[in-house]
């Protein structure tokens, strides 16, 4: 399951994602949204969509950043009443506040919404003090959504980084403890080591968020969504994740708290293509249309509705490769590449997933080679599938599939 | 120093309420007889609220770090624990509360519970051999899985879940005895200290390097597939060559046994997943709850009953 990240900018891509059935849902940003925009998005997708799955990213992991850039989260009371937040401050009786405030605000104000999201601070150690307070917020949450009434299945959100993940021993014992609560499941984040965007990411760690996924969802029957997560998505359903998330910015197709910090500037981001066969997105100009003057566009093409404006030439229909066009064409290779990993059993799950590593690593050597020589950006480049496929070998040992 | 065996006549100077005492069994620290109470059949218990060493190395003995006031400490949760958890695989309080008595010189309380009409499951264990059948192994795994969860309800870990503490009533049905090492989640008074019997303990049991001490439920769920373990294959999976219960504990911590299907044709392979995912190292790796595990359990015979 593909849901949308959404950030600033929302416009109708995601009414037009549930339309074309690339996406099954939204996770919708406070951040982005004033509190009537929020209410009122989430009326009209639940109006126009009755299956659509969403939910809000409380990002109450702001609270503990000094000066962010949080956008409209002030206009919201779970957030504004408790901004700027130390680690001094999260006793039990002050956790059950924060906790309460945000549940209670989703459950009383947003009808329409899937699951109750709960709020949480990131931390960077499986054992440091701060991951107990994430715990202690994880209980919280489970026992304030138990004095509901009605209330929506609850997501207790855990909000780690990639740093984190590289210690196995710490995750094991965190694990121990998540899979004690009595949630209906996960909303996990992982704050990644690089704020601008990789495809890739660090082998062992991502071999530990895969068993993460993998307990959670797959042995302990909880469902698990994994936001901010792109391609990586194709790894994580493939460990047994329900669901991942992304979006139109490269910021809202990784998680970095950097997106919640001043902003340094930046150029506009330049035109990409997402290629479901190759598993990443190539740069329109000079990549795809070096590939399309090599006579190879059908081979990178997803098949997406929108793929016409391209086969002419990238160059020549870059004006009408607009932002909405180019996002709802990386959803539709997203969702592509998600369905064979999506269902049955986790070893045939992977295998998929080793197949299209295999099939994007063969079509990048054959682009590369004679007579079309296409040379790419390292962003863009294979490097990202020789770690996946490394992660996918680890994952196995650890997780015995 | 050993427990006297007591006469009928002293003991009914104590427990007037008690007739036709017979002796029954006697362990480290208690000594157990059956009696009739009201009509009822009952057992007395008789501890010794001073704990000795064990005399000797069983490895099946419970490991006895307990002080003076753990023993009644100990007593008094287990009556608790019998009247506050209802199942019909617990053991019940009988008539005669905890109270103090005196008999010659000794010291001693005592209490009833009820008289389990049936056998040990310890005496089914053989070497190398299955000591029930795949549908009784089930049937046990759903009834044993059934106090635990009763207890857990409570907030109460048994901790010393094992064949010796399990019996099958003659009418089939199995039934968890011996709540003297059971864990209470909310008396900070009882210490998460190794109690329990070493070759049945879980994992997280002897592990204090883990800074979050999980112990829930799912610590006595891997002492019941060591249990199930046991009776499926008439092998202990953790004792191999090991020579003293430190060897098995590290073994516990270390050794990946094989499957209960490999070394017994009869044992269906979904009950021995079952099994070994009881075993699991981690507790994140069993059963996060009961009914999944009984789910299972059902699901395991290819005739799909118990």
Known sequence: MLLAQVGYGRGQKVHEGLDEGTITGAILSPKDEGRDRLEQCIAELRESDGNAVLMIDPQFYVTTLNTPRDGHLPEYDYYAAHAGLSRTQFSPRQIERYVGDCLNYQHTTLSGVSYLVSPNIMFDDFRDSWSQIALNMAEAAVDHHGTLTNPEPLLVSIVTSEVALRSATGLAEFLDALSSLEANGFYVLVHRNSSSYQAAMDPNAMANLMYMVHVLASVNDYQVFVGYSDWLGMLLHAAGASGTASGWHQSLRQFNMARFMPAEGGGRARKRYSSAPLMSSPLLEPELEDIFRAGRINDVLTGSAHDGILRGGPAAGANRWTDPIACLAHWTSLHNILAPVSTGRIPNRLASATQMIDRAESLYARLAARPSFINFEAQTGPGHLAGWREAIIAFRAMAGV | ?306
């Open chain 2, 1 to 306: 120093m050993p427990f006297p065996q007591f006469t009928g006549d002293e003991i009914r100077a104590v427990v007037p309420e008690a007739s036709d005492v017979k002796y029954l069994d006697k362990g480290g620290q208690k000594v157990v007889y059956s009696c009739s109470i009201a009509g009822q059949p009952y057992v007395l218990k008789f501890l010794r609220p001073n704990p000795r060493p064990l005399a000797d190395q069983d490895p099946d003995a419970s490991v006895q770090q307990v002080s003076l006031d753990d023993v009644t400490a100990r007593a008094r949760r287990e009556v608790a624990t019998m009247k506050q958890c209802d199942s019909p695989y617990l053991v019940k309080i009988g008539p005669v509360e905890l109270r103090s008595v005196k008999i010659g010189d000794e010291d001693l309380i005592c209490f009833s519970e009820e008289l389990v009409n049936g056998q040990p499951i310890k005496k089914l264990l053989k070497p190398n051999q299955p000591g029930m059948t795949p549908a009784e192994l089930v049937k046990l795994g759903l009834h044993v899985a059934d106090a635990i969860d009763v207890l857990w309800q409570h907030d109460k870990i048994h901790r010393d879940i094992k064949p010796g503490n399990i019996m099958q009533r003659a009418t089939g049905d199995f039934v968890v005895l011996d709540m003297g090492f059971v864990f209470d989640l909310n008396d900070e008074s009882w210490s998460m200290g190794p109690v329990g019997t070493p070759i049945y303990f879980s994992p997280e049991q002897m592990d204090f390097s883990n800074r979050r001490q999980i112990l829930d439920f799912r610590s006595d769920l891997f002492s019941l597939g060591v249990t199930l373990y046991q009776l499926a294959t008439g092998v202990h999976p953790f004792i191999g060559g090991a020579q003293t219960s430190w060897e098995v504990m590290t073994n516990i911590k270390n050794v990946q046994p094989p499957a209960p299907h490999t070394l017994q044709a009869g044992i269906p392979e979904a009950l021995s997943d079952i099994i070994m995912r009881l075993l699991a190292k981690r507790p994140a790796l069993r059963y996060r709850k009961i009914e999944m595990l009984q789910k299972a359990l059902r699901e395991s015979l290819p005739e799909g009953g118990n």
